[in-house]
């Protein structure tokens, strides 16, 4: 089973910073996307930003401009730097891998902006 674990959440002020790390059980060799989705109080599980291939990027409206999705594959981390944060970003975090056949979510981290 391919476990995925989030971290670098925490409290921030609007306006800040914050990298958010997904390490992956495995060697990242085989996985067609990786993504971030956020879960925001009282709201749906949405999209923030992917990249396809280990090359190729996505990001949400929202987030555009904001926040750049990367990855590290000799440490098989894929990484969300997030900046000029507002509040309107809190929320869980949760990495998702999607292999050719199968897809795997981590427990999520939590990000909180506020004054």
């Known amino acids: 089973q391919v476990q995925l674990v989030e971290s670098g959440g925490g409290l921030v002020q609007p306006g800040g910073s914050l990298r958010l790390s997904c390490a992956v059980s495995r060697s990242s060799v085989g996985i067609n996307r990786m993504a971030w989705y956020r879960q925001a109080p009282g709201k749906e599980r949405e999209f923030v930003a992917s990249?396809?291939?280990?090359?190729?990027?996505n990001y949400a409206d929202s987030v555009k401009g904001r926040f750049t999705i990367s990855r590290d594959a000799a440490k098989n981390t894929v990484y969300l730097q997030m900046n000029s944060l507002i509040p309107e970003d809190t929320g869980v975090y949760y990495c998702?891998?999607?292999?050719?056949?199968?897809?795997?979510w981590g427990k999520g981290t939590l990000v909180t902006v506020s004054s």
């Open positions: 990249i396809t291939r280990g090359v190729s990027t």
């Open positions: 998702n891998a999607l292999y050719s056949v199968t897809s795997y």
